[in-house]
């Protein structure tokens, strides 16, 4: 059969006679498109007539987009329902879409389909938020890194000149330099540093500036697609700001994370329930290249969760640290992410 391929021409009608790609007929390349990844398709589109009516055949796209993807088309604004075409439809969800009052934004992953999300602190339930004493809401180029993920946890966002010649992929992994990628250095077993977002999705970040009593609540309802699916908050020590273009922090209001450690929960409406405790702050200690875990952004995973079915599914998730025998501060919050736990597994295989 291979020797057979390699006599077919792209070109056709060349007056040879012989056989050409063109003259496979398009139901043929469809089906075979259905075996490929999205990105795979679009580059055979550009072959000729017949692969480029194929990759734009609605029985192609329909196997890639997830099996709830009406749905999520009834969340997002009105002019995503006006889509008919499956393979435009794939487009416009690939790229980050917010909704829910700009507060939530989700995306597929470009080569799985699978579905991501994140949401911003100011769709979370904060004890005391309303009380400028203890919380700020502080205004950011660096909300929400682009497709991060994560053990406790995945470090994004320390200095700058770190990054400058390494990528990762959407996943928050190394990789070699992936078209849009980040900047990744590996600083311990399930850590990364990622680079800051160049396109922030929410425009704020929760500042907690000292409380005894921190607790953070989150409630989504949401169509999630049958998969397993893992949960992480991204977090930062100490109080960030731009000087001279590069990332400075300061840590005057950072304490009382290093005493008790905070406990991170997740629940879905099924019965499935995750939890896991972690001290956020360890002052005295580095890991063995020399990082601390102040200073940049680091996603902690809360755990992982299934879903079988297309119902939509209410997931509760939440971060606290009641002991109140000693204040605690100089802490940001900014977002949940949520993505297929596929993704990051085979991530972590191409460390």
Not at 266 to 271: A, E, N, R
């Amino acid at each position: 059969m291979g020797a057979s391929l390699s006599n077919l021409s792209v070109d056709v009608g060349d007056g040879s006679g012989g056989p050409g790609l063109g003259d496979i007929p398009e139901s043929c390349v469809a089906c075979v498109f259905t075996y490929l990844t999205p990105p795979e398709i679009c580059n055979l589109a550009r072959l000729n007539r017949a692969f480029r009516g194929a990759a734009s055949s609605d029985s192609v796209w329909e196997l890639k987009l997830p099996p709830t993807y009406s749905q999520l088309l009834s969340l997002l604004p009105p002019g995503a329902s006006l889509l008919s075409k499956k393979k435009d439809i794939f487009a416009f969800l690939s790229r980050p879409v917010p909704f829910d009052d700009l507060y939530k934004v989700l995306w597929l992953d470009t080569v799985t389909g699978g579905v991501c999300l994140s949401v911003s602190a100011k769709a979370m339930a904060i004890t005391g938020i309303e009380d400028r004493r203890y919380w700020s809401w502080i205004p950011t180029q660096e909300s929400s890194g682009f497709h991060s993920t994560h053990p406790c946890g995945w470090k994004s966002g320390q200095a700058e000149h770190m990054h400058e010649k390494s990528s990762i992929s959407p996943y928050g992994v190394k990789a070699k330099h992936s078209p849009g990628g980040l900047g990744a250095i590996e600083v311990a077993p399930n850590e990364l540093i990622l680079k800051p977002a160049k396109r922030p999705w929410f425009q704020v970040v929760a500042f907690l500036q000292q409380i005894w009593w921190f607790e953070v609540q989150g409630l989504i309802k949401f169509p999630f697609p049958p998969g397993v699916y893992s949960l992480s908050f991204r977090l930062h020590l100490g109080k960030f700001f731009r000087r001279l273009g590069r990332h400075v922090c300061s840590y005057d209001q950072t304490h009382g994370w290093d005493l008790k450690p905070v406990r991170f929960d997740l629940s879905t409406s099924d019965g499935q329930n995750v939890s896991r405790e972690c001290c956020l702050d360890e002052p005295e200690s580095s890991n063995y290249m020399g990082f601390c875990k102040r200073g940049c952004w680091i996603e902690y995973l809360v755990g992982d969760f299934v879903v079988t079915g297309s119902e939509t599914l209410d997931l509760r998730f939440s971060m606290k640290q009641i002991d109140c025998t000693h204040s605690k501060g100089g802490l940001c919050v900014d977002s949940v992410s949520i993505m297929p736990s596929e993704l990051r597994d085979r991530a972590l295989k191409k460390l």
